[in-house]
């Protein structure tokens, strides 16, 4: 079966420091993977995803910045942190394909001070 | 993405069904409706998901109309730990996103 892992759990980062979150999915290969983000009392909102190794597509323009160094690992990144990136950031996995179901990490949850 | 309208809250006595409601109407062709549930500080959790027919798994059944502008999503037998915000999700085509809106939150009491 396929398992979604991320980490760290909970981050506390004080503004303009970096950032990298990972995400791992095991038990699958060449899967599409996801980075969402949910702020405090809003819906998740999608930031990036990718469709294979070096391959990222971006939703939002922002802060944030997304890799994928091997198949099944999603890396996302920032060199200053703002107060604004604060909330909980989610990874997702889904098969290859578009409107594949996606399958949801346990997220991370940063606070940037 | 098709827009869906859900209430934003229900409750349910603990054993009984929960049946939760959700509006598509503009929902085309190729959409598929996926409801996913998110306890609290967790990820959410794909349920179950439906284009025309009925559909039921392990966790739920998927109501869809004959129009297909509304879905129910139906847990038959709600427990404390059904406690959640639900989503209702139209999504297909060419399209890699998830648009979630705010969900109903279902709140099962004992």
């Known amino acids: 079966s396929q398992t979604i892992h991320q980490w760290p759990a909970t981050l506390v980062q004080p503004v303009g420091s970096p950032l990298s979150l990972e995400c791992t999915v095991e038990?699958?290969?060449?899967?599409?993977l996801y980075w969402y983000r949910q702020a405090a009392g809003r819906g998740l909102q999608l930031l990036f995803y990718?469709?294979?190794?070096?391959?990222i597509s971006s939703e939002v323009p922002q802060n944030l910045s997304a890799s994928r160094p091997q198949d099944r690992q999603f890396i996302l990144s920032s060199k200053k942190l703002l107060l604004s990136d604060s909330g909980f950031y989610l990874c997702?996995?889904?098969?290859?394909?578009?409107?594949?179901?996606?399958?949801f990490g346990p997220g991370t949850r940063l606070l940037v001070l | 993405d098709a827009k869906t309208t859900q209430p934003t809250s229900m409750d349910c006595a603990e054993g009984r069904a929960a049946n939760l409601p959700c509006n598509h109407s503009?929902?085309?062709?190729?959409?598929?409706v996926y409801w996913y549930r998110q306890i609290h500080s967790q990820g959410p959790q794909y349920i179950i998901h439906?284009?025309?027919n009925n559909e039921t798994n392990e966790m739920a059944s998927l109501i869809i109309t004959e129009d297909r502008k509304s879905s129910t999503l139906i847990l038959p037998h709600a427990t404390l730990r059904d406690t959640a915000v639900y989503y209702c999700?139209?999504?297909?085509?060419?399209?890699?996103?998830?648009?979630f809106g705010k969900g109903t939150l279902l709140t099962v009491n004992p």
């Open positions: 439906g284009l025309k």
């Open positions: 503009t929902i085309s062709g190729n959409e598929y």
């Open positions: 997702a996995w889904s098969k290859a394909g578009v409107a594949e179901t996606q399958y």
């Open positions: 999700i139209v999504t297909g085509g060419s399209n890699y996103k998830l648009t």
């Open positions: 990718s469709v294979g190794i070096g391959q």
């Open positions: 038990g699958t290969s060449n899967p599409n």
